[in-house]
């Protein structure tokens, strides 16, 4: 089995008929029936059925089309991203940043961008991970980071998992230990406005739990919940890496019954994804984080 054999059997499969596929193929019709009969062969299947008027699949052909379309998609997509790669790419790359910059690994991801198409010039503007997708859909963005899992109208590339710890004020040790969802809800939670993750992740929690969170302050800063934890207004989500941080370093308290994970991807419009800047900027994002 090879590449041309699983186009021929794609493209006849398409067409209904041989001599049509051999057209479309710039083949000539002894050849494409020649591949057809050393897949078939390969398989130990038969795939076709010949008809008065061409080919019509067989059970096991039907079955089989989905999987060989995949594959001839995926090999489009790869070259399509090689060719990216060795093209002049020039214009602007209007990217959304979310989080702080050394948890996104920006500066790395920049850096390798201007180093490989130095004439492509980069707009950056910050803001919470739903703002980003709404932006990007509107075209106001051409790629972004995103917390979580974007719709089916999104291309994305999952970065990298973590955890949200709870987190609150120091001395709350007997107010939060042990403590799960339920319990938790009845404190004093800092609030943040839909378009952020942890309004997301924490509605989407509650709800599971039929309960309704104390909401006390509304911000939509992760550094502003951080200095209101510190004051002791209330609870609020962190990162696992920063609130290991401030608990070590000004006592404040985790929560040990309770977190939520997520994940950090980097997304753009599905029908945008082949476009040379967009494509080229996977793979090369693709690079600094490899799994």
């Known amino acids: 089995m090879d590449l041309t054999q699983l186009r ?7 067409e209904g008929n041989l001599t049509r596929a051999a057209e479309r193929l710039h083949l000539t019709q002894p050849a494409v029936s020649l591949q057809i009969k050393s897949l078939q062969a390969s398989l130990n299947l038969q795939l076709f059925h010949r008809t008065p008027s061409g080919m019509s699949l067989t059970d096991d052909g039907a079955k089989l089309l989905p ?27 209007a990217i959304g940043t979310i ?24 707009q950056l503007q910050q803001g919470m991970s739903g703002w980003v997708l709404q932006q ?17 109208e999104f291309h994305s590339q999952t970065l ?3 955890t949200y710890n709870v987190v609150a004020p120091k001395g709350w040790k007997n107010r939060v230990a042990g403590k799960g969802w ?47 934890v510190k004051s002791g207004v209330g609870l609020s989500l962190i990162r696992e890496s920063i609130a290991l941080r401030e608990a070590h370093a000004h006592g404040l308290v985790i929560a ?5 994970s997520t994940e950090l991807s980097f997304i753009a419009l599905a029908k945008r994804k082949q476009e040379p800047t967009i494509a080229a900027t996977f793979a090369l994002l693709q690079a600094l984080w490899p799994h």
């Open 160 to 162: 990298t998992t973590f």
């Open 256 to 260: 040990d019954r309770v977190s939520l």
């Open 67 to 93: 999987f060989a379309e995949r594959v001839m998609e995926s090999v489009a997509e790869f070259r399509q991203g090689a060719a990216a790669l060795h093209s002049t790419l020039s214009g602007t790359l």
């Open 182 to 228: 339920e319990a938790l809800a009845q404190l004093p939670w800092i609030w943040t406005p839909p378009e952020s993750a942890h309004f997301r992740l924490l509605t989407k929690t509650f709800a599971e739990y039929k309960v309704v969170p104390n909401k006390v302050a509304l911000v939509d800063q992760e550094m502003s919940m951080l200095d209101l």
């Open 8 to 14: 021929a059997f794609v493209t006849v499969a398409r």
């Open 99 to 122: 989080l702080d910059p050394e948890f996104i690994r920006l500066g790395a991801f920049l850096k390798r961008l201007v180093e490989t198409y130095p004439q492509l010039s980069t």
């Open 136 to 152: 990007v859909r509107s075209g106001a963005l051409d790629v972004g980071y995103y917390l979580g899992t974007p719709g089916k």
